[in-house]
């Protein structure tokens, strides 16, 4: 297979990986508020200020920092390939 092709192949797998949004609390383990996600939406999601307690300021993230404690949004790859993307 030729050099550029492979490379060309393996930038769209990446684009076509999916990840799931995990909220981590301190004190209460963590849970997946968004899933499948392209690389882009997660990344997008987890920059905003309203994904960590330290710096969000709606009344919704109040109240769950005020019933779980301090908490942080990440995200990792989902592992099942059989996983399709929800639109």
């Known amino acids: 297979m030729d050099e550029n092709l492979r490379t060309i192949a393996e930038v769209m797998e990446e684009d076509l990986r999916l990840y799931n949004v995990v909220r981590f609390y301190f ?3 963590r849970r997946i508020i968004k899933r499948n996600l392209l690389l882009s ?3 997008a999601f ?3 200020p ?3 307690s330290k710096s969000a ?11 779980m404690g301090p908490w942080f949004n990440g995200y990792e790859e ?7 993307r929800r639109k």
Do not use: I, L
């Open 78 to 84: 989902v592992k099942s390939s059989r996983v399709r």
């Open 57 to 67: 300021t709606s009344a919704a993230a109040r109240r769950t920092t005020d019933r």
């Open 27 to 29: 004190n209460h383990g």
């Open 41 to 43: 939406e997660a990344q």
């Open 50 to 52: 309203e994904s960590s």
């Open 46 to 48: 987890c920059g905003s």
